[in-house]
């Protein structure tokens, strides 16, 4: 089954201490992406990957790292989060190009940072 | 500067067929205009895209003008099951993704 995995579901974290989300997919898709979700403030992308070794900043990068060393994985880092990374986050992933082709969302994160 | 515009919410009764517009002004020439549903605590699924005038499927029709400037997605005889928050998604003339804001449609019985 074509999918986008992402773990762990459900975060609690505190202030500091440094956080990775996974997420997997295993269409063979180029393309792969992270955004946050936020009530009233809708999909924000935070950084993007058009393939292995090729990352660049979405929206809203600052706080966030990424990876892509190879093309089934793209983990988001949080070095230090902080309060205002409480939010729902998405992985996404599609077959070429920018988002904006038929693009499989994960099942999303909710991480909360106290 | 790209903005797109869609109603925050809407209401309808099972059976109707249900109309949500989003508009786009300064999108980009050549690229796709592309419809996503999201159920609470899920991630967007994918339901329709097009360039211009109509495409179909099994689920939604679209309907982009000559112009490009909006689009209308329409959901034929809605469930319960379609209440959903449905976004429209473009890229703008600097090929920068576009989200809309969401509307949030509510299938009452």
């Known amino acids: 089954e074509a999918q986008v995995t992402q773990n762990p579901r459900y975060l609690i974290t505190v202030t500091g201490k440094k956080l990775t989300v996974t997420c997997s997919q295993n269409m063979n898709h180029e393309y792969m992406s992270w955004y946050r979700q936020d009530p009233g403030l809708g999909l924000r992308q935070i950084y993007y990957?058009?393939?292995?070794?090729?990352?660049d900043k979405g929206d809203v990068p600052e706080g966030y790292k990424v990876s892509r060393k190879e093309k089934r994985n793209f983990p988001l880092i949080l070095e230090s989060p902080s309060p205002n990374q409480t939010s729902l986050y998405f992985c996404?992933?599609?077959?070429?190009?920018?988002?904006?082709?038929?693009?499989?969302f994960g099942q999303g994160t909710r991480l909360t940072v106290v | 500067l790209a903005k797109t515009t869609q109603p925050i919410s809407m209401d309808s009764y099972e059976g109707q067929e249900v109309n949500i517009t989003c508009s786009h002004n300064?999108?980009?020439?050549?690229?796709?205009i592309t419809w996503y549903q999201q159920f609470p605590s899920q991630g967007p699924r994918f339901i329709i895209q097009?360039?211009?005038?109509?495409v179909t499927n099994e689920v939604a029709s679209l309907f982009i003008p000559a112009d490009r400037k909006s689009s209308t997605l329409s959901l034929p005889r809605v469930s319960l099951s379609d209440t959903a928050v449905y976004y429209c998604l473009t890229l703008d003339s600097n090929y920068q993704l576009i989200w809309g804001a969401g509307t949030k449609l509510i299938i009452k019985p």
């Open positions: 097009g360039y211009k005038t109509k």
């Open positions: 990957s058009m393939n292995v070794e090729v990352t």
């Open positions: 300064n999108i980009a020439t050549n690229d796709y």
């Open positions: 996404a992933s599609s077959l070429g190009g920018q988002m904006n082709t038929e693009a499989f």
